[in-house]
């Protein structure tokens, strides 16, 4: 590729903050994107997909390409986010879905589930690197540059406003957003570090342990598998709970030994082997598997990482723990719960789906409209 910035670039990444910065006249507030981190490069006809870390996309979403190559200017870089809308919001379960290593597959999944690429800040434009310039700066070269683009290749909103920001947080999270992103104007790209800030929402739930995972270091805690009860009785697997420090893992191996099951058969999860077998695929961190009549189960193997062993250590599911979790995806937590106490007071019986906060829907058109 003959362009000012070539791959590979890390992203600029943000630092997680409690609550919105005040306006202090720099500042740009932006909706938090759930979907792929992704740089896009296009010199020509040649299109390469960045990821986070800093792999190609490019194999993974064809019709993409084809897109960035009909909806952005010959030559550019562009920061975004790789996200794939279904009615009025988004759906990050059937992206994850998208990285698959047959090329058949992958050819079938662009037809059927396409993505959209959200734009949100602008690196090259022609043979001019912008990544020195202040962000105020790109962002209004960024707004000319899409001028002419269609559906595919959509831009961010943006606003100025801490209150309509305020307002942002709150309303958008019912199209599947997880918060707001902020962006001092005056500051230059800077690749993986974190000069922007995010909010996202954080909420409790009561969730029964019903298994852990060992840490890849050794024979101790990595992470607890949490549950939850639907309105059938059944215990559906909604993600992980982890970040313990070292002793605290090797604490928890003894603690939860009491409640260990030997034979998974008699674990409300005791099937998902029988899944696995079954031609299923798991998602990522925290993400579980359709069972049988649609339970969600743990998974057997990372989409992400075909060697990780996701198989568990089952427990009798007894106790309960109170985790902080940002938003849900469908009926899992979207990213890795945190710990913050044990519920002694509270039954796995009462451990229900009811006790989650459902936002209100939000039109997903009506946010990129702006």
Not at 69 to 91: M, T
Not at 179 to 196: E, F, L, N, S
Not at 208 to 227: F, I, N
């Amino acid at each position: 590729m003959d362009l000012p910035v070539v791959p590979p670039v890390a992203p600029m990444l943000a630092k997680a903050v409690k609550k919105l910065p005040e306006q202090d006249g720099t500042l740009y507030y932006e909706p938090k994107w759930d979907g792929f981190r992704c740089v896009v490069f296009r010199d020509g006809d040649e299109v390469f997909l960045g990821s986070r870390n800093e792999r190609p996309f490019t194999r993974y979403f064809p019709e993409l390409v084809e897109a960035v190559r009909k909806e952005l200017p010959p030559r550019c870089v562009v920061d975004g986010e790789i996200v794939l809308i279904r009615g009025q919001s988004l759906d990050f379960d059937a992206l994850q879905q998208r990285i698959h290593p047959a090329q058949s597959r992958v050819r079938l999944l662009a037809e059927s589930t396409p993505a959209s690429f959200v734009a949100f800040d602008l690196l090259a434009l022609g043979g001019e690197d912008l990544m020195e310039a202040p962000f105020s700066e790109r962002r209004a070269r960024l707004e000319e540059a899409l001028a002419g683009a269609g559906r595919s290749v959509r831009l961010t909103p943006v606003t100025r406003d801490e209150g309509r920001a305020a307002e942002w947080f709150d309303a958008f999270e019912g199209a599947g957003l997880d918060g707001i992103v902020v962006k001092p104007g005056d500051q230059p790209y800077a690749p993986d570090k974190r000069v922007m800030f995010k909010v996202k929402h954080e909420r409790t739930a009561d969730c029964v342990v019903a298994g852990y995972r060992e840490h890849k270091s050794g024979p101790v805690v990595g992470s607890l598998l949490l549950g939850l009860y639907s309105a059938d009785g059944r215990l559906h697997h909604v993600g992980v709970a982890a970040s313990f420090p070292m002793k605290r893992r090797e604490e928890l191996v003894g603690e939860l030994a009491p409640y260990r099951l030997d034979d998974l058969s008699e674990h409300p999860w005791g099937h998902w082997a029988e899944v696995a077998q079954g031609g299923g695929q798991s998602g990522g961190q925290g993400s579980g598997q359709g069972g049988a009549q649609g339970q969600r189960l743990p998974g057997a193997v990372s989409r992400w990482n075909a060697k990780k062993d996701l198989s568990f250590i089952p427990l009798r599911p007894e106790r309960v723990i109170e985790v902080a979790y940002d938003h849900m995806e469908g009926d899992r937590f979207r990213h890795t719960a945190q710990f913050r106490r044990w519920r002694t007071d509270r039954t796995p019986e009462s451990c229900t789906y009811d006790q989650l906060e459902r936002p209100v829907s939000y039109d997903l058109d009506e946010i990129l409209a702006r």
